[in-house]
């Protein structure tokens, strides 16, 4: 069979088009204007995904047919033979594939290449489970694939090691004392694409600027063995900290490479063992490395499928504010609270910021003022360089918001201040005070949490990881004037 290989822009790297059965293969690469101009991304993550594209049919040279259409059906009746295609990553790109198929454009659908565990493997191990709990499929994922094993049991004794890895960011220091990550050179390619996206008027949110991620597998090689080398040891103990002039802390960068499919989980993963073994990073940043790549982005993939299209609608807590258009517009300038604003100011200007100011901040800053969670998971997939539509559900639906009621986490990831105050140094910068509220000074998510407990009173007192907190909110002497507040609130 000698039908062309049609790739994707997240299907760049050599273990999807090298493999046994397509070396040599005729690879079509397909720029549509389409679906390039549907939502309105991050500036950055268009660059990203062309310059892949453009840098990987450079390096195919005559190998690569490369199509600029308005749409996909286009470019295949372009090539004039049907070709053959991975599964792609999505609901809606899968749709299309399948009317390819019927219409004779695509002659076969291959399994995705871009992660470890297939989707069959995951099926035997989720059975009917209606639940699903991170650390158990974690466990399943390192037997399966040996990582970090010493026989049947795990490597040091323990599975997780994240007791370790929730350090307070270091006193009075401005950023961590370690190498500063990977960047990529500009080249040629990242120039047109720069005046290519000037000219093309896409609609776009954020700030161009220089490129930060690796868009190719040579790239990411390269990006991969200098945060081994580099700066995975520091990695695990900081993984939860924000410093606010260190916006890349002790972070991989990879998730951009991977999600782009230009470097294979399991080469991270293998990597990270490596160091380990080799006495180059310490067991708890490898494992905290190793559990955020074969536990947590395998898993949110997995489940992307498994909950299926409806569960972005999910609305558990019944939250129906749209996103505000300081928000949407990322006006990081209008917003006052410093932590929210260096946040939004992050993906303002990078398109990116690592998962703590995500879930601690962002996520709950919008569950705290119960943001409407499909507009939220859509925001995050498009703001960000490194979203994807499987990415962003089991992480914003699920463990995010807590709209599908549970079925990923066992509580809703919400917090106050105190808490922020203690991983970042963020409060000391700001108008207002952790410690407070109500007031001019109230930070708005120690009373935000207190709002939040309150709105979901029930709920949270029937759950004991958090009745607790029930109980003191019931406690507060100032939460009647806390209350209205907060109802009062327009700016943040
Ligand atoms: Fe954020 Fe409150 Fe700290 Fe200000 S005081 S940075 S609003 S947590």
Known sequence: DTAPLWLFAD???????????????????VESTRALGRRRHHRQKLHLVLSGMRHLAE???????????????????????????????SFPASDMVRRFVKEGLVTEVRPTPTFALG????????????????????????????????GEKPVGGKWNYDHDNRESPPKGAERLEVKAPWKPREDGIDEQVRADLDAAGYPTVGNDGPRRFAVTHEEATRALRHFVR??????GPYEDAVLEQDWAMAHSLLSVPMNLGALHPLEAVHAAEQAYHDGGARLSSVEGFVRQILGWREYVWQLYWRFGRGYTRRNHLRARTPLPDWWTDLDADAVTANCLSHALGGVRDRGWTHHIPRLMILGNHAMQRGYRPAELNDWFATAFVDGFAWVMPANVIGMSQHADGGRMATKPYASGGAYIDRMTDLCSGCAFDPKVRVGEKACPFTAGYWQFVHRHEEMLAGNNRTA?????????????????????????
């Open 230 to 235: 580099h700066r995975l040891d520091t990695f």
């Open 119 to 150: 989707k069959d493997e995951f099926d035997d191990w989720a059975g009917d489970r209606e639940t699903f709990r991170m650390e158990e499929f974690y466990r399943a994922q390192r037997e399966r694939f040996s990582v970090l094993m010493d």
């Open 59 to 89: 390096q195919l040279g005559d190998r690569a047919t490369y199509l600029r259409t308005d749409t996909y059906r286009e470019a295949l009746e372009q090539v004039g033979r049907p070709v053959v295609v991975h599964q792609p990553t």
């Open 468 to 492: 607790r907190a029930v109980a003191t909110m019931k406690r507060l002497t100032d939460l009647d004037a806390l209350l209205e507040q907060e109802s009062a609130r327009e700016e943040f």
């Open 11 to 29: 299907q760049l790297g050599p273990h999807v088009w090298d493999t046994e059965e397509f070396a040599g293969r005729e690879i079509v690469i």
